[in-house]
């Protein structure tokens, strides 16, 4: 497992500099940013069942994953 797709560096990597930067200065986006590692390393988890979990449970943590994914774009695009 040493590389889990949808880092945020992968995802954004032209903004990696800004996420570094909002994660020390944004409670909020530093509070989303580790939601959104969270919710990826058990989607990663689920994905190569190392924790399997029901095929719904999956889909549903990959929404939130999007989910979360969008709200932080949403404030990288304006920073």
């Known amino acids: 497992m040493s590389n889990t797709p949808h880092e945020l560096a992968e995802e954004f990597p032209d903004k990696v500099s800004v996420i570094s930067a909002l994660k020390q200065s944004d409670a909020h986006f530093a509070k989303l940013a580790d939601e959104y590692h969270e919710i990826n390393r058990a989607v990663h988890r689920a994905e190569t069942n190392v924790e399997p979990v029901e095929e719904l449970a999956e889909v549903e943590m ?11 774009w949403g404030i990288l695009a304006k920073a």
């Open 62 to 72: 990959r929404k939130k994953r999007a989910a979360l994914k969008d709200e932080i």
